[in-house]
Nanobody, 126 residues
């Protein structure tokens, strides 16, 4: 398994931007599909964005056009650039890794991701 550590959360006003980063341990980072999920109080963890092993991206409809996922296999990092933030984006954001067989597609299901970071709080004020 890979170990993940997120950073970059914080408090921002609506319309602002934040960039989340996730650093992964291990030498097999490129073999993992990577994802960002979030969990708001009283709600289930939900899919935000994923990137497959070859760089294909997938986004939840609620963040499409505002968030961008990226990865750097040389640095073992995955990032989430969040623009035009809304109060409903407030949640704890988690980075996750999936040892995916598929090179081209990343799952949206949290259960398919075996490694998780500790989470970072994002709060968007209105």
């Amino acid at each position: 398994q890979v170990q993940l550590v997120e950073s970059g959360g914080g408090l921002v006003q609506a319309g602002g931007s934040l960039r989340l980063s996730c650093a992964a341990s291990g030498r097999t980072f490129s073999r993992y599909a990577m994802g960002w999920f979030r969990q708001a109080p009283g709600k289930e963890r939900e899919f935000v964005a994923t990137m497959s092993r070859n760089g294909n991206t997938d986004y939840a409809d609620s963040v499409k056009g505002r968030f961008t996922i990226s990865r750097d296999n040389a640095k073992n990092t995955v990032n989430l650039q969040m623009n035009s933030l809304k109060p409903e984006d407030t949640a704890v954001y988690y980075c996750a890794a999936n040892p995916s067989i598929s090179y081209y597609v990343a799952s949206r299901r949290p259960a398919d991701f075996g490694s998780w970071g500790q989470g970072t709080q994002v709060t968007v004020s209105s």
